[in-house]
């Protein structure tokens, strides 16, 4: 996943090469997620990541400008995604990320790949062929990199570092990687993994073994990096909205005791 980590374990991806013909070349009908210029072949190369549950689409066109990504763990937020929620109807199908030039698609394990690259082929030919937008809504689009004027010396160089030289790698692996924040007092940096690299085994290897110790080599203020974990916070939230609802024995409780609710 992380270059550091393919020169320990020598792993070696490989690719298939799939032309698929059109028949009419098509125009894009412009906006900035559209694909401009007439289309005469589309080629869609396939691309084993570490995750075997996931796969790299690399079709002959850009999906997204350089370096942004776009992740969609299910129908629901894919709803400013025509595409993927194309691809979402498809049996199987459990996460769906564009990068700049790859579609990286996570499957349920149960579901065999030989059943379901047929119809992802298809879905996307059609797509990305009829010069439709693959997103109607730009606003989503991740830059968690950029500098901004509230960010310290310390959160400045660390994203200059996930940018130019974290992102790069993990992207050709199918997946991507997002800076969620810094614990100045533990130095501790929390990412967020996406893609082919969010699910995959080898993770913590990457996580551990690659970024921290390329994060730590550059700035001496980061100490260790850990993966956020979207399902825990929001199992969190769960438990705390679920200890915190009105029972009514309870409430006539504290109206008896002259309690008063808490006030907004």
């Known amino acids: ?9 020598g792993t ?4 298939t090469r799939i032309s698929i013909p059109t028949a009419m070349p098509t125009t894009a009908r412009g906006g900035p997620f559209l694909f401009s210029g007439a289309i005469r072949s589309l080629f869609i190369q396939t691309m084993e990541t570490p995750n075997e549950q996931a796969l790299k689409f690399l079709p002959s066109i850009n999906i997204l400008p350089e370096n942004e990504t776009r992740e969609f763990l299910n129908g629901r937020q894919a709803a400013n995604s025509p595409l993927a929620v194309k691809l979402f109807s498809i049996d199987g199908v459990k996460a769906i990320m564009y990068g700049s030039n790859f579609i990286t698609i ?3 394990p149960e ?4 059943l379901l690259k047929p119809e992802i082929f298809s879905i996307l030919t059609e797509f990305l062929n009829n010069g439709s937008p693959i997103l109607v ?3 989503n689009i991740s830059n968690d990199v950029d500098i901004n004027e509230d960010d310290d010396e310390v959160v400045s160089m660390i994203k200059e570092l996930i940018f130019t030289r974290i992102k790069p790698a993990i992207q050709d692996d199918g997946g991507d990687i997002e800076f969620v924040k810094f614990d100045e007092d533990k130095g501790t940096v929390f990412l967020r993994l996406k893609g082919a690299c ?3 085994d080898s ?4 996580l551990k073994n690659g970024i921290e110790s390329m994060l730590k080599y550059y700035i001496e203020e980061v100490q260790n990096v850990e993966s956020f974990d979207d399902v825990a916070e929001e199992e969190n ?11 009514p024995n309870s409430r006539h409780e504290d109206a008896d005791a002259g309690v008063a609710p808490p006030a907004l």
């Open 111 to 114: 579901i065999d790949w030989s």
């Open 198 to 200: 969010r699910s995959c």
């Open 137 to 139: 809504d730009e606003g």
């Open 12 to 15: 070696l991806l490989r690719s």
């Open 203 to 206: 993770s913590s290897v990457t």
């Open 1 to 9: 996943m992380f270059a550091l980590r393919k020169n320990i374990t």
């Open 237 to 247: 939230v769960d438990d705390i909205v679920h200890a915190a609802k009105l029972v």
């Open 106 to 108: 996570e499957k349920t």
